[in-house]
């Protein structure tokens, strides 16, 4: 939480190239590594194709300023109990420097997976009104959304499950972080979700994710909802979420350049945490993969 980026732009020697030449550069981040379960994905990493020109960042540790330290000191994280937010929840549990509150739909059943003497709030993105998700992020400077609606709970109303979740749920919690005078907002999205704009509509990782409920296109439109709300804000996009430990380096790309990859959920979230307080990630789009042709390294924050 208190390291700070240093940006570099260089030319990657070792960018991936496409068929139309578009130039394409990658980006090495510090990488994590924890015992994780192992989950399946249908897409291969080595299916990663890059577009565009994307940022290259070099990622070096360093001691953020006072100021920055205490820009954000109480950080609420929606979807706590999900695997992608559990893991942000816990990681910001270890960092003293500030105090987090997971945002869950039941406190009770909550307690007995992360723990009865951790902060917890009752937060339904479906049911709750915008007058009582602000009221829920009251005193809150920074918010982690990594809520989103789950496929496997009800197949027949996949798609009215993701305009629920993953569209107005989260526009209404938008809404709330802007009347509870939230400072940050990180959201979890996905990479593709604009992929129509850039002709990836008949891409196998469009086709297969998009199958959900059309989750892409709800999640689209909540992306568009944060970036017009005034707030300072990071949309963290990933590719196929992993649940086991990384097994490869970090790889950053700019915004609409990604239509494959998978990630380490330990990695998604160190990237989150990170993008609360780095001024560099302010109103950015990280889309993030890992490369498998080069081994994790220890996640040391973003420094840009």
């Known amino acids: 939480m208190k390291l700070f980026f240093l940006l570099?732009?260089?030319?990657?020697?070792?960018?991936?190239?496409?068929?139309?030449?578009?130039?394409?550069?990658?980006?090495?981040?510090?990488?994590?590594?924890?015992?994780?379960?192992?989950?399946?994905?249908?897409?291969?990493?080595?299916?990663?194709?890059?577009?565009?020109?994307?940022?290259s960042l070099l990622f070096v540790p360093t001691t953020a300023s006072a100021e920055d330290a205490s820009a954000i000191k109480n950080v609420f994280v929606s979807g706590a109990t999900g695997q992608t937010g559990s893991r942000c929840f816990n990681k910001l549990l270890a960092d003293k420097s500030v105090s987090v509150v997971g945002g869950v739909r039941n406190v009770a059943k909550a307690s007995k997976s992360l723990g009865a003497n951790v902060s917890l709030k009752h937060l339904d993105v479906v049911e709750d009104s915008v007058d009582a998700l602000?009221?829920?992020?009251?005193?809150?400077?920074?918010?982690?959304?990594?809520?989103?609606?789950?496929?496997?709970?009800?197949?027949?109303?996949?798609?009215?499950?993701?305009?629920?979740?993953?569209?107005?749920?989260?526009?209404?919690?938008?809404?709330?972080?802007?009347?509870?005078?939230?400072?940050?907002?990180?959201?979890?999205?996905?990479?593709?979700?604009?992929?129509?704009?850039?002709?990836?509509?008949?891409?196998?990782?469009?086709?297969i994710t998009n199958a959900f409920g059309?989750?892409?296109?709800?999640?689209?439109?909540?992306?568009?909802?944060?970036?017009?709300?005034?707030?300072?804000?990071?949309?963290?996009?990933?590719?196929?979420l992993q649940a086991k430990a990384p097994v490869g380096e970090l790889l950053i790309s700019g915004e609409d350049t990604l239509n494959s990859g998978e990630i380490s959920r330990d990695l998604v979230a160190d990237v989150c945490i990170a993008s609360l307080t780095d001024p560099k990630a302010t109103k950015k789009v990280l889309e993030i993969i890992e490369d498998e042709g080069k081994p994790p390294k220890v996640f040391n924050g973003l420094v840009m």
């Not at 027949?156 to 569209?167: F, G, K, Q, S, T």
């Not at 009347?179 to 604009?194: C, H, P, R, W, Y």
């Open 214 to 240: 059309n989750s892409l296109d709800e999640k689209l439109e909540s992306e568009l909802y944060l970036r017009k709300s005034g707030l300072d804000y990071t949309i963290v996009r990933p590719g196929g």
């Open 8 to 55: 570099t732009l260089v030319a990657s020697a070792s960018a991936f190239v496409v068929p139309q030449n578009n130039a394409v550069q990658k980006t090495n981040l510090a990488a994590t590594s924890s015992d994780m379960e192992e989950e399946s994905n249908s897409v291969s990493r080595r299916d990663m194709l890059f577009t565009g020109l994307a940022t």
């Open 134 to 207: 602000a009221s829920t992020l009251e005193g809150v400077d920074g918010l982690i959304i990594a809520s989103g609606f789950n496929p496997g709970k009800n197949l027949l109303r996949m798609a009215a499950a993701a305009h629920e979740v993953d569209n107005v749920g989260t526009c209404k919690l938008i809404d709330a972080a802007k009347k509870a005078g939230v400072k940050k907002v990180v959201l979890v999205s996905s990479i593709l979700t604009n992929g129509r704009a850039w002709g990836q509509e008949e891409s196998p990782g469009f086709k």
